[in-house]
């Protein structure tokens, strides 16, 4: 029968100290003026690439490697994080909503049922991010399931989106928005009434996570369910348009905004009898809205008014909380996890991280799975990120902390694992400023050093990666790998992940001689990592998981 009992290495010895280090968004490009990474002073990260050859590489944190549809599929947190700690490549939500929706077999699932309940008497309303980028949610997923819902028939739709900018360029909102408009169009040419009813920046309304701050959801909840918004349009396209005059706003930060009809009344408020899906396949920045539109019980805001309606996830956001309740499309089933496995075998595991990358060490890490498998075992820090500000204002972030937590931890000797991950170069990067991504990347690379440093005292083993690509390169570059301007002859920033791959380094006092990386995995992607951190511990990988990247040779 099954065991966690995993095997004893053959070569490598137990009972060293592991620091595994991720920095969120540090991929490998090509040095120029718009690589961050590559600009900043960042000697720590620099020694390790530049150190003994067998001990650096890259590895794939993009496309298919990390479970999404294709390989122009940037990589992104969730997907990294899974696979780094799963040691396994899953078909992730975004592959496995376009499989639900090529067959046909989200309208036969219990979620699409449970909603079509609505559809005699009340609206449907979808709320989500628009854009293509594929990391949270797809605008043809959305297309796709508005058709599909009023092919079902559902007579009364309404969309409330939220801009992005952040996973795909800035300014890009406006055509994302005329597509939406454009299939709406058509399905009121056949009779549904269908339109927008609200909207405003992921940044700033609903799309926050990790409970940094409950504000950004209510400023959602107040447009999408009560209707009521600082801003209001008859149209949507010219709302997105207008308010992007605002000065120092962009897609991600639009501020709230109601669609209303000749008489200023909202179009689209959810009532009583109304169905909700929320479209974003992505848990971490909707898992907030989730828990107001359906936990009867609820104290993060007013809501004011509580309706009385059927909601649906596009996936079931968390398996522990089972919450939502209803949804589309069932999520991967990602178990038995390196966490838990070395939790079983007796490897002490502390994970630090600052609160918007705090579930990415800890539930994407675990595969989407919140708490501790083992209390007694693990210990998880959460540092509070400061809220209300977009990170180029603070680019330091909380680096600092979070290395010295780890630090702390590691020089206590009472973990085997110490785990962090560094966000600055990501959440810094998605801001577009390159001035203070650079701060960032040179803030990241001191923490760095102070985790080193502290696995040198205690004569331990470090292992350095990175989640996907970010920083690296901050600008839109055509297919030769060109600049692209716009109008006016700017550079387009870039605000998203990259298709890069990212370091993975390995060293430290304790790492026994003989290890380095094997040269017959070359494709080897953040899916390898979990078995090689697994024989640093001392122990094999079961033998599903993706290969080892590493081998011992005698000397
Ligand atoms: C976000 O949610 O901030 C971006 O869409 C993706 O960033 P992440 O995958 O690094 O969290
Ligand atoms: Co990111």
Redesign the pocket.
Known sequence: GFSWKLKDHPKLPKGKTIAMVVL??WGEAKPNQYNCIHVAETPTMDSLKNGAPERWRLVRAHGKAVGLPTEDDM????V?HNALGAGRIYAQGAKLVDIALETGKIYDGEGFKYIKESFANGTLHFIGLLSD?G??SRLDQLLLLLKGASDHGARRIRVHILT?G??VLDGSSVGFVETLENDLAKLREKGVDAQIASGGG??YVT?D?YENDWDVVKRGWDAQVLGEAPHKFKNAVEAVKKLREIPNTSDQYLPPFVIVDDNGKAVGPIVDGDAVVTFNF?A??MVMLAKALEYEDFDKFDRVRFPKIRYAGMLQYDGELKLPSHYLVSPPEIERTSGEYLVHNGIRTFACSET??FG?VTFFWNGNRSGYFNPEMEEYVEIPSDSGITFNVQPKMKALEIAEKARDAILSRKFDQVRVNLPNS??VG?TGDIEATVVACKAADEAVKMILDAIEQVGGIYVVTA??G?AEDMVKRNKKGEPLLDKNGNIQILT??TLEPVPIAIGGPGLAPGVRFRKDVPDGGLANVAATVMNLHGFEAPSDYEPTLIEVVDN
């Open positions: 969120d968004g990589g992104n947190s969730e990294g980028g990391v949270h992005d952040r996973d992921r940044m799309m996570r992505r971490d920045r918007v990358k990415h990501d959440m998605h989640d996907h970010n998203s992940h």
